[in-house]
C-alpha cells in the first residue's frame, strides 16, 4: 500500500509541476504574442488544464503525502520543525497563490473572448496578467523548494 500511495504521489506531484509550468508557458507566450484570438483559446486550455489535471493533483498530493507520513510512523504533532511541516507550509503558499490564479484566468479568458471584433484588450486583462505572473512566481519557487525537501530531506 506505500508504494501504492508513493507511486501516485510522485505521479501526482509530476502533473501538479508539469501542467503548472506547461500552462505558465503558453499563457506567457501567448499574452506576448498579442493576438487576441489566440490568447482566447490558449486561456481557455489553460483553465480545462487545470481543471482536469491541476485540481485533481492538488487534492492527490495532501492525501498521499500525510497517508504515507502516517503509514512510515511520522506524527502529525512533529511537522512544525521539520522537513515535512516546511513542505506543508510551502504547499499552502503555493496553493493560496493558485486559487486567485484560477479567477484571473477565467477573468482574462472572458476578456479575451469578449468584443473580438476590437483588437485592443481592456486595460483590466492585463492588470489581471500582471498579478497571475506575480501570484505564479512565489507557487513556482514554493513547489521548486517542496521537491527539494522531499528529496533531500534536510532536518
Known sequence: MYLLLKTLHILSSTVLFGTGLGTAFFMWKVNRSGNRQAMAVVTGHVIKADLYFT???????????????????????????????LSLWLYGVAGACWLPVLWLQYRMHQLAVHDQANPELPASYWRYERAWTCLGVPAFF???????????KPF
Do not use: D, H, R
Not at 514554493?142 to 533531500?152: D, P
Open 142 to 152: 514554493s513547489l521548486v523548494i517542496v521537491f527539494w525537501l522531499m528529496v533531500a
Open 55 to 85: 485540481t485533481p493533483s492538488i487534492v492527490l498530493q495532501p492525501a498521499t503525502g500525510v497517508a504515507m507520513m502516517l503509514m512510515a510512523g511520522y506524527p502529525l504533532e512533529m511537522l512544525s520543525p521539520n522537513w515535512l511541516g
